[in-house]
């Protein structure tokens, strides 16, 4: 038998669809704004924010010095920074084992900046519906002129977000007049137009897609869930089955609370229906809550139909906030906090490296005495100037031998200076141990200690 046969082949990727998330408002919709505005305020604010006549935040990578308001970090200071990154991952677990993507629903950036990427175009094409039909509808005046304005406004906040994020690391105010001047240095240009164009393209095209299929948080969250953390719930037995009803009408027998309004979905910034159980795609916004419980205050039904609950809860069990893994968590995370605040406000203001001269491993004077050469790193972290005298210790008849017998240096300053360190020729040869003491002179119980060793020959 000779049929033709026609092959049908399918894709297996979905062709992407546009979701357009509807304006609730609620008091999960206001925490967001509450948490959009503080965000975005300390972003733009701070590089502008004067600190004892500098840049209250800078991070000046040429001259390798970290200043956030009182506090001036050099790369000695590294482990500061090791230090706040545990931190901010154990947050991270913390936060998720509690209550669920908190971080991505109202403090990644990928959320921050979305928001105010989406308000842009719902102030210029208006509202859900609105969006949709103006991009099925064809190309007309209005239609070009709304999508031209949109994209001005998002180039324009793009390029000043690039602008920012490149002010926190060469000085606003210098910046500002390479810009006016048309002046920028070629680094500069390029972060500007690198970091604008990724938060262009990341929170103004992509949006939902970084989130889905980028961010890797998404893949492995499940793991730092149990059945007792806080997440976003559907109750099935309360409104199944749907059912469509009007403002004030009861519900027919057997009919659940769920009206089929798909507002949830709508609200929803990554397009998923909750209604089909917890999803990766969820990012806890909340959004869905507020949208449904506007739905219930209108047909008359008690909020809640979709809340913040846990497996637990809805298997009919005890949920149980305080458990051995919040418990280690918390303890863990109030530890290194602690620590590090107490290694910050106890943080030397003054440290000391000391590097061998590579050229020669010691000499011999004419007067028979054996000298070695160092070259020392007097890093002064405080905010005044201080005048150190040298010395050195675990040595017996050392002499330190410099240009000045005294260094002064200058507050927030690194100073190199070469020292001599000098023994009798009768002593003790062969190497040995010690350390080189910088004592300040205006202060001296503000000293450093610093290893060296010195050789002479066996």
């Keep these: 038998?000779?049929?033709?046969?026609?092959?049908?082949?399918?894709?297996?990727?979905?062709?992407?669809?546009?979701?357009?998330?509807?304006?609730?408002?609620?008091?999960?919709?206001?925490?967001?704004?509450?948490?959009?505005?503080?965000?975005?305020?300390?972003?733009?604010?701070?590089?502008?924010?004067?600190?004892?006549?500098?840049?209250?935040?800078?991070?000046?990578?040429?001259?390798?010095?970290?200043?956030?308001?009182?506090?001036?970090?050099?790369?000695?200071?590294?482990?500061?920074?090791?230090?706040?990154?545990?931190?901010?991952?154990?947050?991270?677990?913390?936060?998720?084992?509690?209550?669920?993507?908190?971080?991505?629903?109202?403090?990644?950036?990928?959320?921050?900046?979305?928001?105010?990427?989406?308000?842009?175009?719902?102030?210029?094409?208006?509202?859900h519906s609105r969006q949709i039909k103006l991009d099925k509808a064809p190309w007309t005046a209005d239609k070009i002129l709304r999508k031209t304005a949109k994209q001005v406004l998002w180039v324009s906040f793009a390029a000043f977000t690039g602008f920012t994020f490149v002010g926190f690391f060469s000085p606003i105010e210098h910046l500002a007049a390479e810009v006016a001047a048309f002046h920028l240095s070629s680094w500069e240009l390029f972060w500007v137009f690198f970091y604008g164009f990724a938060t262009y393209v990341n929170a103004g095209f992509m949006r939902e897609q970084v989130c889905k299929y980028m961010c890797p948080y998404a893949r492995f969250q499940s793991a730092m869930f149990d059945r007792d953390t806080l997440v976003i719930s559907y109750d099935t037995q309360r409104g199944e089955p749907r059912g469509s009803r009007g403002r004030g009408m009861a519900r027919a027998a057997g009919q659940g609370d769920c009206i089929d309004c798909t507002l949830c979905v709508q609200a929803c910034p990554t397009g998923i229906d909750i209604r089909k159980g917890l999803?990766?795609?969820?990012?806890?916004?909340?959004?869905?809550?507020?949208?449904?419980?506007?739905?219930?205050?209108?047909?008359?039904?008690?909020?809640?139909?979709?809340?913040y609950s846990t497996q637990a809860q809805i298997d009919g069990k005890t949920?149980?906030?305080?458990?051995?893994?919040?418990?280690?968590?918390?303890?863990?995370?109030?530890?290194?906090?602690?620590?590090?605040?107490?290694?910050?406000a106890h943080r030397m203001p003054v440290d000391l490296d000391v590097l061998r001269d590579r050229n020669t491993l010691y000499r011999e004077l004419d007067d028979g005495r054996i000298e070695n050469v160092f070259s020392i790193r007097i890093i002064n972290k405080d905010q005044?100037?201080?005048?150190?005298?040298?010395?050195?210790?675990?040595?017996?008849?050392?002499?330190?031998?410099?240009?000045?017998?005294?260094?002064?240096?200058?507050?927030?300053?690194?100073?190199?200076?070469?020292?001599?360190?000098?023994?009798?020729?009768?002593?003790?040869?062969?190497?040995?141990?010690?350390?080189?003491?910088?004592?300040?002179m205006d202060k001296p119980d503000l000293t450093v200690v610093s290893r060296a060793r010195f050789f002479a020959e066996p």
């Design 319 to 344: 949920t149980r906030l305080l458990r051995p893994r919040i418990l280690a968590y918390g303890a863990g995370l109030a530890l290194l906090a602690g620590g590090f605040a107490f290694a910050v």
């Design 279 to 307: 999803q990766y795609e969820c990012i806890a916004c909340a959004a869905c809550i507020d949208a449904c419980d506007s739905v219930m205050d209108k047909v008359g039904s008690p909020r809640g139909l979709i809340h």
């Design 1 to 127: 038998m000779n049929a033709d046969v026609t092959a049908v082949v399918q894709s297996p990727y979905a062709a992407h669809q546009k979701v357009y998330p509807r304006e609730v408002s609620g008091r999960f919709a206001r925490l967001r704004i509450g948490a959009v505005v503080l965000l975005l305020g300390l972003f733009y604010v701070f590089p502008w924010v004067r600190w004892n006549g500098r840049q209250a935040v800078l991070f000046d990578l040429p001259a390798r010095k970290f200043y956030i308001f009182s506090l001036t970090l050099f790369p000695q200071d590294f482990y500061l920074l090791t230090w706040l990154l545990i931190i901010a991952a154990l947050s991270l677990f913390f936060f998720t084992a509690l209550a669920g993507r908190l971080w991505c629903g109202y403090a990644c950036p990928q959320t921050v900046w979305t928001e105010i990427f989406v308000w842009m175009e719902r102030l210029v094409e208006g509202n």
């Design 384 to 440: 005044r100037g201080h005048v150190f005298r040298l010395s050195a210790l675990n040595l017996p008849n050392a002499v330190i031998d410099s240009d000045s017998p005294t260094q002064y240096v200058n507050a927030e300053e690194v100073k190199t200076v070469v020292v001599r360190v000098r023994i009798p020729a009768d002593q003790e040869h062969g190497g040995r141990d010690f350390s080189i003491l910088a004592q300040a």
